[in-house]
């Protein structure tokens, strides 16, 4: 157990459809990051999150969004689902966010099937 | 931006043999480089990381990877392997993401497949 968790840790919904993914990150980390993995685009950094507030933005869509709270856990949600959104999305946690070589932690992932 | 290519999709060994997973990085100024392993139905689990200093890093379960500044890679090693070392190894180089964080940028992956 990596001390970060995901849940669901599978989802089947349609397209159209919205879901929400939750992260709760490792104890004392104040850094959340999501990830996407998939076959054709590899693993592709999303969006990060330090003690609240969005630090740094990757290759998130506009249907997608995530937000971090107080108690430090995170939720990325997912609208008018997609085929290709269809993925392996992985939450990360770290320490901070500074120019350090910041170690990642990760969670088991949520595999999310749009049919 | 720095990136990190990983020119294997797949790697075969026997076990017992040595192995080599290859990554070759881009970067301005001086690279902080990682490497993370896979294993199936699991997150990714931090094995090493270079900063700087002794160009053979060591890391966990007795992997190893070798910094070549003028061949700018960073390959991953093991003296023998085990079939149990089977799994999706990713290199990764800190990069500087809008808004001032470090954010490791993933290579694409390479299949490890040891042979028994």
Redesign the interface.
Known sequence: DSGVTQTPKHLITATGQRVTLRCSPRSGDLSVYWYQQSLDQGLQFLIQYYNGEERAKGNILERFSAQQFPDLHSELNLSSLELGDSALYFCASSVGTGPGANVLTFGAGSRLTVL | AQSVAQPEDQVNVAEGNPLTVKCTYSVSGNP?L?W?VQYP??????LL?Y?TGDNLVKGSYGFEAEFNKSQTSFHLKKPSALVSDSALY?CAV?DL?????????????TSLIVHP
């Open positions: 902080y990682f993370y139905n699991r997150g990714l689990q931090f990381k900063i990713f800190r993401a809008s808004g001032g964080s470090y954010i490791p940028t993933f290579g694409r992956g």
